[in-house]
Structure formats: C-alpha cells, structure tokens
C-alpha cells in the first residue's frame, strides 16, 4: 500500500511542479508587461524633457543673439559719443573757447551738454576766475533738468572751494529753496 501512495505522489509531484511553474511564469510575464509599461512612460517623459530642453535652448540661443546685436549697438553708440567728446574736446582748447562754448550750452537750453562743457573748463583750468560761476551754472543746468537733489552736490562744491564768492551767495539761496521744496 505504500508504493501506490509512493507512486501517486511521485506521478503528481511533476504536475504539482508544473502547475506552480505556471503561476510562477504568469507572474514573470505581468511583471515584464507592467515593467515594459513603465519603461514606455519613462521613454515619453524623457522624449518631452527633451523636446523641452531644446526648445529652451532655443530660446536662450535667441535671447543670447539679441543680448550681442543690443551689446553691440551699445558698444557702436559709445564709440560714437567717445569720438564725439573727443571731438568737442579738441575744438576748443582756450580757456575762452570752452567757456563760451559751455555758455551757449546754457544759453541755448542744452543743459546736459553744459554740465559736460562746464566740468571740462573746470577740469582743464580750475584756477580760472570763471569756475566759480561754472560751478554755479552747473546747478543751475541741473534744477533746469528737475534734479534739483544732484544740483546740491555742484551748489555746496561752489561754496566750500569759493565762500566768499557772489556765485556761493547765489548757491546759498538756491539750496535754501531746493530744502524748502523738499
């Protein structure tokens, strides 16, 4: 009696085998269809990251060439302004010449060209008679050009190197008015 049950469990151990082999196998292949599944989302996500990226690198190219053609024009202005200063500068030499141009600056309302032509006769001859009245005519340019704040540096400058002057009076009154206004 025990070679039949013997033999019965040896003749149903390989079906038994079988049967979890089965199950083992479905489950191999569930596993390699959710993992392929997965792989097919990663695979999409990184095609859009990629796609973004270089659309992103695109718009950084173009913002990158629009920075060099604004870079470059700066640059062309500058050269320009330079070689125009460097120009004014060489016209007028004589203490004369840059004075007068400096006035007819003022005279004529261009007041930030004044400020500029003042500075240099300031600079180039600052032990003149007239730099006081060019330090004045600089503030003055300034309150024209409603910076009245910037006109105080050029207004108590004046009457620091010059107290005594008739300019610093007027610089006197002139900041008494900004202070007020403030």
């Known amino acids: ?11 149903l151990l390989p079906v038994y085998i079988g049967c979890n082999y089965n199950q083992q196998i479905r489950e191999l292949y ?4 959710r993992l392929r599944a997965e792989i097919n989302r990663t ?3 990184i095609q859009k990251l990629e796609q973004k990226t270089q659309e992103d690198i695109t718009q950084i190219n173009q913002n990158l060439e629009q920075i060099n053609r604004n870079l470059k024009e700066i640059r062309e202005k500058l050269y320009e302004l330079e070689k125009s200063i460097t120009s004014q500068q060489g016209y007028s030499s004589s203490p004369d010449e840059l004075y007068s141009q400096a006035k007819t600056y003022y005279a004529n309302g261009e ?8 500075q240099r006769f300031i600079d180039m001859y600052p032990d003149d008679r007239r730099v006081p009245e060019s330090y004045l005519k600089q503030g003055l340019s300034l309150i ?4 009245n704040k910037d ?5 108590r400058t004046l009457m620091e190197k010059f107290p005594e002057s008739e300019e610093a009076k007027i610089a006197r009154e002139k900041l008494k008015e900004i202070e007020k206004e403030s």
Do not use: G
């Open 43 to 45: 695979d999409s996500k």
């Open 30 to 33: 569930t596993d390699q269809a």
């Open 1 to 11: 009696m025990k070679q039949p049950i013997a033999l019965t469990l040896l003749l």
């Open 144 to 147: 024209k050009l409603r910076r």
């Open 111 to 118: 007041f930030r060209k004044a400020i500029l032509a003042f």
């Open 151 to 155: 006109a105080v540096f050029f207004f």
